[in-house]
T-cell receptor, first 110, second 112 residues
Framework: RKEVEQDPGPFNVPEGATVAFNCTYS??????FFWYRQDCRKEPKLLMS???SGNEDGRFTAQLNRASQYISLLIRDSKLSDSATYLC???????????FGQGTELSVKP | DADVTQTPRNRITKTGKRIMLECSQT?????MYWYRQDPGLGLRLIYY???????NKGEISDGYSVSRQAQAKFSLSLESAIPNQTALYFC???????????FGNGTRLTVT
């Protein structure tokens, strides 16, 4: 089992759609969780940290389910500019290094 | 100005050549990292450093070496480049173990 595994893509959705990505992790001691966004051939950029209580930033909502060891990212009212690859990142146990998922590609069409 | 700067942005080199990729940061972070990204394989950690005197191997360190010249500078070297080291390389920094990473703008390396 991979340490961090994401939904395979690509996701092709129309503008205005709601889309959700899931990411599972294998280390039950993981404590830090993040979603990054990466545009083609550019550096990953932090989209949001994921907190135990869940958190929301505008159209984006992130949730953590420790019992089932997964995190999710929900994007509402998709925009063309949301087209990118979304990376799930989890630390490898307390104090451990950050492990990246393979990424899920999202394409939002007019 | 970028907080994490990588040079060069693009480099084409021949098999067997020595090459150095440089990273400098103005964020004041102690922790610095080198990753490579390949299609379908995601980001993989090459080396990381938690301070100037601390260097650690990542999951794919073979064929690479690093130097932490100062808190702000972390260089990655390929002593004898080979074609399967063709990839996109990213430097990143963070202030602590549970903080997110801040990435440089990447170096696209091609080994022919």
């Amino acid at each position: 089992r991979k340490e961090v595994e994401q939904d395979p893509g690509p996701f092709n959705v129309p503008e205005g759609a709601t889309v959700a990505f899931n990411c599972t992790y294998s280390n039950s001691a993981s404590q830090s969780f993040f979603w990054y966004r990466q545009d083609c051939r550019k550096e990953p950029k932090l989209l949001m940290s994921v907190y135990s209580s869940g958190n929301e930033d505008g159209r984006f909502t992130a949730q953590l389910n420790r019992a089932s060891q997964y995190i999710s990212l929900l994007i509402r009212d998709s925009k063309l500019s949301d087209s990118a690859t979304y990376l799930c990142v989890v630390n490898k146990g307390q104090g451990g290094k950050l492990i990246f998922g393979q990424g899920t590609e999202l394409s939002v069409k007019p | 100005d970028a907080d994490v700067t990588q040079t060069p942005r693009n480099r084409i080199t021949k098999t067997g050549k020595r090459i150095m990729l440089e990273c400098s940061q103005t964020k004041g972070h102690d922790r610095m990292y080198w990753y490579r990204q390949d299609p379908g394989l995601g980001l993989r950690l090459i080396y990381y450093s938690f301070d100037v005197k601390d260097i650690n191997k990542g999951e794919i360190s073979d064929g690479y070496s690093v130097s932490r010249q100062a808190q702000a500078k972390f260089s990655l070297s390929l002593e004898s480049a080979i074609p399967n080291q063709t990839a996109l390389y990213f430097c990143a920094t963070s202030p602590s173990y549970n903080s997110p990473l801040h990435f440089g703008n990447g170096t696209r390396l091609t080994v022919t």
